[in-house]
């Protein structure tokens, strides 16, 4: 008997997971959820399993609890350059990709504020981890009172907003925006506070600095000291509709202003590279029924021991729009990039940009279950000078990257187009 209702309770918790995604529920799945809440007292006499729309399917006894979370990211990708920069046989490049991939473990232990959140990932190229299965996101966080908050561990600075703010699977368009992976701070190890209420956030964390996933004592990749510091300032709505990028029809209006700092120093510990960074940001966003709106502009001073220092900048603008049904979203990206001329030898500073088209198909309305997503990257500018500098100067060039997915050339016009079919539950 018991085992005939963990059965039933498995199977219902499931397509509540891929109907009830973020959206609105159809009468069969709210008769298999109820069934399955029936059920549930044959599986765990102490505890409620179901399906919570923010973590997964899960488990809870109020104080203790564990939840489940995948996403998969898989597109096939094309990349067009012109002969005339390249060459005949790399002016055309293809394949199959498995871009983003992740499953996640969170809940709470011994108190309903003490929570955690563990997460692996899988064949991000963004990440250069050659599809092993590593730890991405591996933190604690304490809700001390409805106002301050402290977190530790492994986690997303909060730098970025597009970063910081959305996960993956809530991005506008396939990939963040070329902006944002060009600035990504990816993930670092530190401890992080922050204070909250109706109308702002302020946030500031201590780390090993940029890109610093997984990092032990003495890495080359970590940083003396790094602080990170944001401040929001919400408009209007509620702050749990700014972790989306997309505002569904019949959605309520959201909207706010941010900024953000980052700092980091290195060269006087054992391993850490010799160079200062200052990172400053300001973002906002608004969205109301079927439609979004969001923007940034991000600056850097690189200063590396024995080399000129280089500020280079990045702007973008993206925007939203349901059409023909509650199922289409179009959207469309704007990126440019000024790059210091002092990364790249040449006499003048040279701006890169790039357009981005797009149309997402969302399987259930209001719902990220299960997306599939087509855009078009077009680059106005010569890429080339992404070849040769990135976030950390010239030492980490930008491009080539496959998962913005822009290759470099010395010419304007190069193209990607993109397919994507997404699933979360």
């Given at each position: 008997?018991?085992?005939?209702?963990?059965?039933?309770?498995?199977?219902?918790?499931?397509?509540?997971?891929?109907?009830?995604?973020?959206?609105?529920?159809?009468?069969?799945?709210?008769?298999?959820?109820?069934?399955?809440?029936?059920?549930?007292?044959?599986?765990?006499?102490?505890?409620?399993?179901?399906?919570?729309?923010?973590?997964?399917?899960?488990?809870?006894?109020?104080?203790?609890?564990?939840?489940?979370?995948?996403?998969?990211?898989?597109?096939?990708?094309?990349?067009?350059?012109?002969?005339?920069?390249?060459?005949?046989?790399?002016?055309?490049?293809?394949?199959?990709?498995?871009?983003?991939?992740?499953?996640?473990?969170?809940?709470?232990?011994?108190?309903?504020?003490?929570?955690?959140?563990?997460?692996?990932?899988?064949?991000?190229?963004?990440?250069?981890?050659?599809?092993?299965?590593?730890?991405?996101?591996?933190?604690?966080?304490?809700?001390?009172?409805?106002?301050?908050?402290?977190?530790?561990?492994?986690?997303?600075?909060?730098?970025?907003?597009?970063?910081?703010?959305?996960?993956?699977?809530?991005?506008?368009?396939?990939?963040?925006?070329?902006?944002?992976?060009?600035?990504?701070?990816?993930?670092?190890?530190?401890?992080?506070?922050?204070w909250a209420n109706e109308d702002f956030q302020i946030v500031g964390a201590i780390s090993d600095g940029l890109r610093t996933q997984n990092t032990d004592l003495g890495s080359t990749s970590a940083a003396d000291i790094a602080l990170t510091g944001r401040v929001n300032w919400k408009i209007t709505g509620d702050w749990d509709s700014g972790s989306t990028a997309d505002s569904f029809n019949g959605s309520d209006q959201f909207g706010y202003l941010g900024g953000a700092f980052h700092y980091q120093s290195g060269g006087q510990t054992n391993g850490t590279p010799n160079a200062n960074g200052w990172f400053?940001?300001?973002?906002?966003?608004?969205?109301?029924?079927?439609?979004?709106?969001?923007?940034?502009?991000?600056?850097?001073?690189?200063?590396?021991?024995?080399?000129?220092?280089?500020?280079?900048?990045?702007?973008?603008?993206?925007?939203?729009?349901?059409?023909?049904?509650?199922?289409?979203?179009?959207?469309?990206?704007?990126?440019?990039?000024?790059?210091?001329?002092?990364?790249?030898?040449?006499?003048?500073?040279?701006?890169?940009?790039?357009?981005?088209?797009?149309?997402?198909?969302?399987?259930?309305?209001?719902?990220?279950?299960?997306?599939?997503?087509?855009?078009?990257?077009?680059?106005?500018?010569?890429?080339?000078?992404?070849?040769?500098?990135?976030?950390?100067?010239?030492?980490?060039?930008?491009?080539?990257?496959?998962?913005?997915?822009?290759?470099?050339?010395?010419?304007?016009?190069?193209?990607?187009?993109?397919?994507?079919?997404?699933?979360?539950?």
């Open positions: 008997m018991a085992r005939r209702g963990t059965v039933g309770l498995v199977l219902a918790c499931t397509a509540q997971a891929g109907l009830a995604q973020d959206g609105q529920t159809g009468f069969e799945s709210d008769a298999l959820f109820a069934d399955a809440d029936a059920r549930t007292t044959l599986l765990t006499p102490t505890g409620v399993v179901g399906y919570d729309r923010s973590k997964g399917i899960g488990i809870s006894d109020g104080v203790n609890s564990l939840y489940i979370r995948a996403f998969s990211d898989f597109r096939y990708v094309t990349n067009f350059r012109k002969e005339s920069a390249v060459g005949k046989e790399t002016r055309f490049t293809n394949g199959w990709q498995n871009a983003n991939t992740w499953l996640q473990f969170s809940g709470t232990v011994g108190d309903p504020r003490l929570s955690y959140t563990l997460r692996l990932r899988a064949s991000d190229p963004s990440y250069g981890d050659g599809g092993s299965l590593n730890a991405d996101l591996a933190f604690g966080e304490f809700e001390v009172n409805e106002n301050w908050d402290v977190k530790w561990g492994q986690f997303r600075l909060p730098f970025l907003a597009e970063w910081y703010m959305i996960d993956d699977p809530y991005q506008l368009g396939i990939q963040q925006s070329i902006n944002t992976q060009y600035w990504s701070p990816q993930v670092s190890q530190g401890l992080q506070v922050e400053f940001t300001v973002d906002g966003a608004y969205k109301a029924s079927g439609w979004n709106l969001r923007g940034g502009l991000t600056t850097q001073r690189w200063d590396p021991a024995g080399a000129d220092p280089i500020d280079n900048t990045g702007f973008n603008f993206q925007i939203g729009k349901f059409f023909f049904s509650d199922r289409v979203e179009g959207y469309a990206q704007w990126d440019s990039l000024l790059i210091d001329k002092k990364s790249t030898g040449t006499t003048a500073s040279q701006m890169v940009s790039f357009l981005t088209v797009g149309a997402k198909y969302f399987v259930v309305p209001d719902s990220y279950a299960m997306v599939f997503a087509a855009d078009v990257v077009y680059a106005f500018d010569a890429t080339a000078p992404l070849n040769t500098v990135g976030v950390f100067g010239t030492g980490a060039p930008f491009l080539p990257d496959t998962s913005v997915p822009m290759l470099g050339m010395d010419e304007d016009q190069e193209v990607s187009v993109l397919l994507s079919f997404r699933f979360l539950f």
